[in-house]
């Protein structure tokens, strides 16, 4: 039913920027939190940004100040403009979304590869 599918991910340089898009589709839900996950070989998933419906913003600490989440709630896509990019950013994003619709829900996309170079 819902996917989640990302798109934007590649491979940059030390410093670059790149812009992450996920656009939800199959559902009419409001999604009351939007964001974006990452996962480094050998770590854990950690939350790098997310926002709300109403557009309140949270972000990791290590990417405050060069990442920016924003949504079109009409579009059901949410984004991530990357600035100054590092090597330590290089990942796998996944795009999650939160629904309380029906009950708590999360959905997930398949992920897409942010590699930095150094």
């Known amino acids: 039913q819902v996917q989640l599918v990302e798109s934007g991910g590649g491979l940059v340089q030390f410093g670059g920027s790149l812009r992450l898009s996920c656009a939800a589709s199959?559902?009419?839900?409001?999604?009351?939190?939007m964001g974006w996950y990452r996962q480094a070989p050998g770590q854990q998933r950690e939350l790098v940004a997310a926002?709300?419906?109403?557009?309140?913003?949270n972000y990791a600490d290590s990417v405050k100040g060069r990442f920016t989440i924003s949504r079109d709630n009409a579009k059901h896509t949410v984004y991530l403009q990357m600035n100054s990019l590092k090597p330590e950013d290089t990942a796998v994003y996944y795009c999650?979304?939160?629904?309380?619709?029906?009950?708590?829900?999360?959905?997930w996309g398949q992920g897409t590869q942010v590699t930095v170079s150094s």
């Open positions: 926002v709300t419906y109403g557009g309140s913003t």
């Open positions: 999650n979304a939160f629904s309380t619709v029906a009950g708590d829900r999360d959905y």
């Open positions: 199959g559902s009419s839900f409001v999604f009351y939190r």
